[in-house]
């Protein structure tokens, strides 16, 4: 994860992760969150590589899994992107793949949503509908 805006995918924080806002207060938090949830997984699934491991998982091929998480303070979901366990062989094909898979997701999903990427520490750029490099 990381701290304000700056979610990143994994442990090195080589590679930023990017996120929807959903934008509500905490009172509405818990049934409106656990629908966004959903239909952002709905979304995800429609991806020929994807399938469903949990309410907030999803395998993306045999090599990487896809998962949801709440931000900082619960106003938006963080589609982190991780390492499935490979036999050694495939360890580098896997390193290699990371970013691409990841980006062709993130291009699948902004099909749908708008989304966010940080910039730096507190701000982020908003990535309109169909705009994802």
Known sequence: MG??????LNE???YRAYWL????SEDEFD???EDE???LMACILEHPKCEEA???????????KVVLEPNYDSSGIVINFEYEPVDERQEGLQRHLYTKCYQTLIRHINKDYPLRIATS???YGTIEIGQAA
């Open 37 to 39: 949830v959903l239909n």
């Open 121 to 123: 520490g507190y701000t």
């Open 3 to 8: 701290a304000g805006c700056y979610y990143t």
């Open 21 to 24: 806002d959903v934008g509500y």
């Open 54 to 64: 949990s309410s907030n998982t999803a395998l993306y091929g045999e090599m990487f």
């Open 12 to 14: 090195d924080r080589e």
């Open 31 to 33: 049934t409106l969150y």
